[in-house]
Structure formats: structure tokens, C-alpha cells
């Protein structure tokens, strides 16, 4: 869910992670080569899931932060020196490839969702050209309802190439997040650009029986092509929002 963000309490909680790991290296005047302590006990320190761990984890490796070894866990990577922070703003930010269940821990929501369906099946022409990939290649595809506080807010249907996180297949997205199994897969899929478009439409017959309304009320729908660190498409995602409970927000710059 594209979004803007204004402060570091508006970040997902992965890259709150990472950031308090790197503040953590800084102040102990880590060098290249020094080994970090153990996935169990850097997530028992900052009072996360190792899922959210290994999502921060591999974040700062997407940076040149720190780097894993197979058998050895992870060190502080080869740099001349770790980079410094950003300068602080209170002005509005790029806006962010965020997911639902991120944007809903930013704001202090509960997020849920019910699978309608998951299966693997062959991609076709047209999901091929869009994600990269050969046509009839492995494809994952999940329809679920997506809930925020228990309210109904948008039905969702994502397809992703199975080879980019062969998890995607074996996980229940009745309470995963699907952005956290991308950052924990080997090697991670951090999303990091999206092509994004958004409609109005009337709602389908199926659409009015799951969100139980009329055929008047108004349905936005967003498509979403979403890009990993490396410039690869992971992600083909078409929300289906009810009109009175979705506003998207955006900030336009006029470049120099």
C-alpha cells in the first residue's frame, strides 16, 4: 500500500529494526568483519519476531550494511565506513511500497484476513510479460479479504512468481503477512518500487455478496506492479477497495 510517511514511528517495524540495529553499530564503533550476535538474541533485544528480524537483517544487506554467512550468522560488511543517517524531517517523505499489515501496525490497527484461495499454477502470457517471467512458469496466486479492526476493507488478489520465495506456497496467509515471507526469503525480496493505478468502478455481483452492499456504492480498484531491490517484478496485486472506506494520498514534486 503506497503511502507517505512523516517519522521514524511511521515506519514498518522491520526497518524500525534496522535502524536501531545500525544506530546500535554506530555507537559501538563496529568495524568491517566483526560478527553480530545471534538472530535469537538481536530479536530477544529488540523485542521482535525473527521473521521482522531477518526482514531488518536483510535490509541493511540490501544497503551493504552487514552481510550473512551460511554457517557463521551475519557480520558488518566490508565498508570504509557505515553510512550516516539521514538528516531528520519533518516533511513529507517518499511515498513507501508498504503492506497492509504494516500500514495497520503504523496506525495502531489490528489487521486480519480470510483466504478465499491459494494454488500454484502456470503463468500466462500477459502475468509473464508483466512479471518477467516464462510463460506457463510457476505462479502463486492468493484471493483473500483483508480486514482492518474486524471491518471488511478490501478483497485482494495477488500473483507472484513462486521461484522468487518457493515459502509463498507452504504459508498460511490467514494470519502471515505477505511482505514479511518476501523479506525473510533466501535470498530476501524486499519490495522497493511500484507502478501503481487506481479506478472507479460498480462493484461486481460477487463483490456486493462478500462486502454485503448494493450495487450502488461506488468500488475502487488499485493495480499494483511492485519491484524488488534489484529492479525485478515479485508482485502483481489488483485491490478492490469499498468507496467509503479507502483515500489514497500521494506527493507530487515538481523536479528543479
Not at 84 to 94: D, G, L, N, S, V
Not at 99 to 118: E, H, I, Q, Y
Not at 162 to 176: G, H, I, K, M, V
Not at 190 to 204: G, I, L, M, Q
Request: aromatic letters at 6%; glycine letters at 4%; hydrophobic letters at 40%.
Amino acid at each position: 500500500m503506497p503511502r507517505g510517511l512523516f517519522a521514524d514511528d511511521a515506519l514498518p517495524l522491520y526497518e524500525r529494526t534496522a535502524k536501531q540495529l545500525l544506530d546500535d553499530l554506530r555507537a559501538t564503533a563496529a568495524h568491517p568483519g566483526d560478527r553480530l550476535p545471534s538472530e535469537r538474541a538481536l530479536a530477544t533485544r529488540y523485542a521482535v519476531s525473527r521473521v521482522t528480524l531477518r526482514a531488518a537483517l536483510a535490509d541493511l544487506e540490501s544497503r551493504g550494511i552487514v552481510r550473512p554467512s551460511s554457517t557463521r550468522g551475519w557480520f558488518v560488511a566490508d565498508l570504509d565506513q557505515l553510512p550516516e543517517p539521514p538528516a531528520a524531517t519533518t516533511a513529507e517523505a517518499t511515498p513507501q511500497v508498504q503492506g497492509l499489515a504494516d500500514f495497520a501496525r503504523v496506525n495502531g490497527l489490528t489487521p486480519s484476513s480470510r483466504v478465499l484461495s491459494a494454488a500454484v499454477r502456470p503463468a500466462t502470457v500477459s502475468e509473464a510479460e508483466d512479471l518477467r517471467i516464462a510463460p506457463g512458469a510457476d505462479l502463486f496466486e492468493l484471493h483473500r479479504l483483508r480486514f482492518l479492526d474486524g471491518l471488511l476493507v478490501v478483497l485482494e488478489h495477488n500473483r507472484l512468481p513462486l521461484a522468487a520465495c518457493p515459502a509463498l506456497a507452504e504459508t498460511d496467509f490467514n494470519s502471515a503477512s505477505l511482505y514479511a515471507t518476501l523479506r525473510a526469503a533466501n535470498p530476501p525480496q524486499t519490495p522497493r518500487v511500484a507502478d501503481y493505478s487506481c479506478e472507479a468502478r460498480h462493484p461486481t455481483p460477487r463483490e456486493m455478496e462478500l462486502f454485503e452492499i448494493g450495487d450502488t456504492m461506488p468500488m475502487l480498484v488499485a493495480t499494483t506492479l511492485t519491484f524488488n531491490q534489484a529492479g525485478r517484478p515479485i508482485e502483481l496485486t489488483v485491490q478492490v477497495y469499498r468507496g467509503d472506506r479507502y483515500r489514497f494520498r500521494a506527493s507530487i514534486t515538481n523536479p528543479a
